[in-house]
């Protein structure tokens, strides 16, 4: 079986919670999830059971056929993954300076090859880096300690998001986990609309990595307007990530660390963590919110 297809929905005939599953029921629609049945043997239970645990792959990212990044992640929302990284990362400022993009398996992997803009090429080039990412880290690979702190990118004050559409918005993140109720090991990023309405998700099992595939789905759509809600922690680059994309909202399921709330305050971002319904803490700039 291809490690990565073209997008279609899997729907998982499965309540929130459950801990066995025995079947799934793919119908045609958005993007493809991964996962793979295993055989498991369970404490106190002499019969053994079929149990379904997340792909992590290889994906190197490829920069006008330079190798610039390899990072783990799910196998699906590849062509997001690579804009909302390109741009987090300040490879490209915008999605014009992506001409093109393909996703192809290679070396027990999956490559990425993008097209990019020469001005955008040539500065890559003066400023590469080769990075192997795990799961739980975003800086692997940085030539420095200089280059894991980059530059800070101050956003407008330009949004504002009403609390009474809070519980709304912490909800999407159950939706869009499709794959996390299956398997119990990914995160998850959404987009909202200033009024609650949701807008789109992606989920991966990196926190980073749905993170980026998110801010991919954001550019390609030409979302603005609105806040980012995530599953995981607020970390210092989950932070810098939204900031470089012009994000002023972030809710936060977990906690956030010292230098995230440092860099929200001087980036202008609006920082709340450990949301949960009729919870939140925020720690940066909350006259954004209405109704706190």
């Given at each position: 079986?291809?490690l990565?297809?073209?997008?279609h ?5 499965t ?11 793919p ?10 049945e ?5 404490l106190?239970d ?33 062509e ?11 490879i ?9 993009c ?9 490559e990425?090859?993008?097209t ?22 975003g ?11 980059r ?24 939706e ?17 609309h ?12 990196g926190?980073?990595?749905a ?18 809600v ?9 932070v ?53």
């Open positions: 079986m291809a990565y297809q073209q997008p929905t899997v729907v998982y005939d309540p929130s919670g459950l801990d066995q599953v025995s079947s799934l029921t119908t045609p629609g958005t993007a493809r999830l991964g996962a793979h295993v055989t498991v043997h369970r106190n002499p019969v053994s059971s079929v149990d379904w645990v997340a792909e992590e792959v290889p994906v190197a990212l490829v920069y006008n056929g330079i190798s610039h990044a390899v990072m783990m992640a799910s196998p699906s929302m590849l997001e993954f690579a804009l909302g990284f390109s741009l987090a990362e300040g490209i400022p915008d999605a014009s300076h992506l001409y093109a393909d996703v192809h398996e290679a070396c027990r992997g999956l990425v090859n993008m990019i803009s020469s001005e955008c090429f040539w500065k890559l080039k003066d400023r590469r880096r080769s990075m192997t990412g795990r799961t739980g880290c800086i692997c690979g940085v030539e420095s300690l200089s280059e894991a702190v530059e800070k990118r101050v956003v407008p004050h330009e949004q504002t998001f009403s609390m009474s559409a809070y519980p709304q918005a912490l909800s999407y993140l159950e869009v986990e499709q794959l996390g109720r299956l398997t119990g090991c990914t995160h998850a990023a959404v987009w909202v200033p009024d609650g309405r949701f807008a789109g998700g992606a989920e991966d099992v926190r980073h990595v993170l980026d595939k998110l801010l991919g789905l954001r550019a390609k759509k030409g979302w603005k307007d609105g806040a980012l995530i599953s995981s922690r607020a970390s210092y680059e989950m810098q990530k939204a900031a470089m994309c012009g994000i002023e909202i972030i809710f936060a399921v977990s906690a956030p660390t010292a230098l995230a709330v440092d860099l929200a305050k001087e980036c202008g971002v609006t920082l709340a963590a450990f949301c949960r319904r009729g919870r939140a803490n925020v720690y940066s700039h909350p006259e954004r919110l209405i109704g706190l």
